[in-house]
């Protein structure tokens, strides 16, 4: 009885797992499709191109800007054009020359900035046209002994700036060495060179001036300093002096006095004398 009742069970159990066989899911995993890689090659050749529209664009866009500012100007040329009035000639008479007398040589007042370079401490008019300066050298090295003192547009009141001297060829002064240390020994060694100051020169720098030298001998005691004038404006005029063989100066300071005056031939220019 036992073994017949056992059959049927075991036929049930095979219909059962047939069935979940039938019903079983499949669990299909997908990889992830890879995209193709464009070969590098490629890449360069799309950034050249890229770059290659970019340029034509910015040379089309050069080209018109050039081509609209071209026309602007042509436009602003015609609408403003006037009729053009020619400066009234200056007439330069062959060797006119350019020279300061005490009423200009008293309103030279511009030197150096380096406090500790040499300096005019005081001026004073003397008899005639002429004014004498107490200049100071704190030493005899190259920086404590040169000096030029001017009217400039630099600094100081700029009286004598902007003068028009065009019709001048040469700028001059008379130039005398009064004395070295309240000494006028003749027989002192120590020499300047000196000279007049106009400027802007013809070489574009802001002033020059010729060299002369100075001494307390008779030969070069009273020198005249003549420097050729080639700017149509003053930017700076005055005079220049500096010791010649340092050596020969001493090194603890010297005190000179230098008195300038117009030249004899020398015309005192078109200042204005109310600044």
Known sequence: MKHGIAVPVLILIMFAVGCAEKQRVK???????EEPKA?????????SEELRKKQAEWQKARKSYSAETERIRTSLALISKKPVVADKPVESLPGRTLTLESGQLVRLDWSSLNRRGARVEGKRVVSG?????DIY????SPGSCSLSFVSSGAGGRGTLVGADVRAYEVFALKLTLVSINGRSDPALKQKLVAGAVIGPTAEGRLTGYEPVTLSLAASERTVTAKTPVSTPEIYEIGFH?????????????????LRAEPTEAGQTGPFNSSK
């Open 39 to 47: 070969p590098a090659g490629a890449l360069h050749a799309d950034r």
């Open 129 to 133: 046209p002429s004014v004498e300066f």
């Open 27 to 33: 669990v299909i995993f997908l990889q992830p499709r």
């Open 137 to 140: 050298f704190p030493s005899n």
């Open 241 to 257: 002096i500096h010791a010649l063989n340092h050596e020969d100066w001493d090194p603890s300071g010297s005190r000179i006095v």
